[in-house]
């Protein structure tokens, strides 16, 4: 699965008192004089309509460093694998798995340095006001653009509204600091039965609030999300674009992840059966993230298959 955390946990962390940690992190960052910058335009910039595009453009192409995780905890380890994606032609990266031993700052100057952006990051929701100002500091510190939840699970509906109250109250602040606050879905919001005919991801699009969280889909989870509930499998990009289209949220980012035709697995990009043409041409975003939890050979390898493939995709 994509970069996540322990869900168990942050639904016991959940339980913080809303309007106490909305107060204590809008006062916080008041006090360092982050304001809101340009959401109205990012919003605007994303549609469910024709694109018009006929290209990914090459500047909204990132990855996810989950993808490369082996390659930054061995050999060649952090600094050179982030050079290399650099080296590759990659302008931003999604950030996962912390810092690496440096603080915010240092990693700005680092990325700063090899010409490559941390537009996004991976973060679980907070447990307090404390961790929520550091969770935003660090990210404006970093000059990220976005701000994803990467993982829940749960079987109780309830517990998907709490943390669907407790994202809008983190997506409030995230705001009042010109950040964009996103959820990303793996299949299982498709696939589990809360009762009463409502799955996870009705629950979450009911409640999240859309002039405040947008949403991260992940292509390859949406497709198998469909297949493996059944109402995707004769047509799995349909599905995908009807996740898109039907969502109050806006649909900003993409991880863009290919899938084996005969296992089901996750592939590198090109190599498995999505149609991510037939996608991108009813719905564009402003990230488009390359992503293979299983490399097919390598790391390094995975990364410049998937940049190339999104720099020659035509649609």
């Known amino acids: 699965m994509c970069y996540g955390y322990d869900g168990t946990a942050a639904l016991r962390q959940s339980v913080v008192d809303r309007r106490s940690l909305l107060r204590g992190s809008l006062a916080a960052l008041a006090g ?53 994606l650099a080296r590759l032609g990659y302008p931003r990266v999604e950030l996962a798995l912390g810092y690496f031993g440096r603080s915010a700052a240092q990693l700005r100057q680092f990325l700063d340095g090899i010409g490559i952006r941390g537009s996004s990051s991976h973060d679980g929701i907070a447990g307090s006001a404390a961790e929520l100002e550091q969770k935003i500091q660090n990210a404006v ?37 010109g950040l964009r606050y996103g959820y990303h879905n793996h299949a299982h919001e498709f696939t589990i039965d809360l009762g009463g005919g409502k799955r996870p991801w009705d629950v979450l699009t009911a409640e999240l609030d859309p002039n405040l969280v947008h949403l991260e889909v992940d292509i390859y989870w949406a497709v198998t999300g469909g297949i493996n509930s059944g109402d995707g499998v004769a047509d799995p990009e349909g599905f995908t674009l009807d996740v898109i289209r039907s969502a109050p949220q806006r649909v900003l980012q993409f991880h863009v992840k290919d899938r084996d035709a005969s296992t089901g697995d996750m592939a590198d990009l090109g190599t498995g059966m999505i149609d991510f043409a037939r996608i991108f041409r009813e719905h564009s975003v402003l990230e488009y993230i390359v992503e293979n939890d299983t490399p097919d050979v390598t790391p390094q390898r995975t990364a410049e298959v998937g940049y190339r493939y999104l720099r020659k995709l035509r649609f």
């Open 32 to 84: 360092v004089g982050l304001a809101s910058s340009g959401l109205g335009a990012v919003a605007a910039s994303a549609t469910t309509n024709t694109t018009g595009r006929t290209q990914v453009p090459p500047g909204l192409i990132s990855i996810q460093l989950w993808t490369v995780r082996d390659a930054l905890w061995g050999a060649p380890g952090y600094d050179a694998t982030l050079t290399h």
């Open 141 to 177: 510190t970093l000059g990220q653009q976005f701000m994803v939840v990467p993982y829940l699970y749960s079987e109780r509906a309830d517990d998907w509204k709490r943390w669907a109250e407790q994202m809008n109250t983190e997506a409030a602040a995230a705001r009042a600091a």
